[in-house]
């Protein structure tokens, strides 16, 4: 198993870019890939459900849909989403705004 993991603080170097791309070269190559998105600005998860605000949503709030947040919730199981609604085929955990509360 390979993990990959794109950071730095500075914002526009590229990392949503390389990280989306990463996921679909290995989605491509029938890999079994997970992608999270650890950027309070959801950029990723815009890309991969084609919804500009899925990652402020109400249901995200109160903790009902799936997301990156779940890393960090001991009592909820990690279920990524498996559809998108662009046509990805890999495994995403969406951005959530309180991660930003988390030292990585």
């Known amino acids: 198993m390979h993990i990959y993991a794109f950071a730095n603080q500075k914002g526009g170097v590229g990392k949503t870019t390389l990280s989306m ?3 679909v070269a290995a989605m491509q190559r029938n890999c079994q890939t997970l992608l999270v998105d650890l950027d309070q600005q959801g950029s990723s998860t815009y890309l ?54 988390f030292v990585i």
């Open 21 to 23: 791309h990463m996921a």
């Open 48 to 101: 991969y459900t084609g919804d500009a605000k899925y990652h402020r949503s109400a249901a995200m709030v109160s903790g009902e849909v799936r997301s990156a947040l779940d890393l960090w919730t001991p009592a909820r199981e990690i279920q990524p989403l498996t559809e998108s609604a662009r046509g990805f085929t890999f495994d995403f955990l969406p951005a959530h705004a309180g991660v930003t509360s």
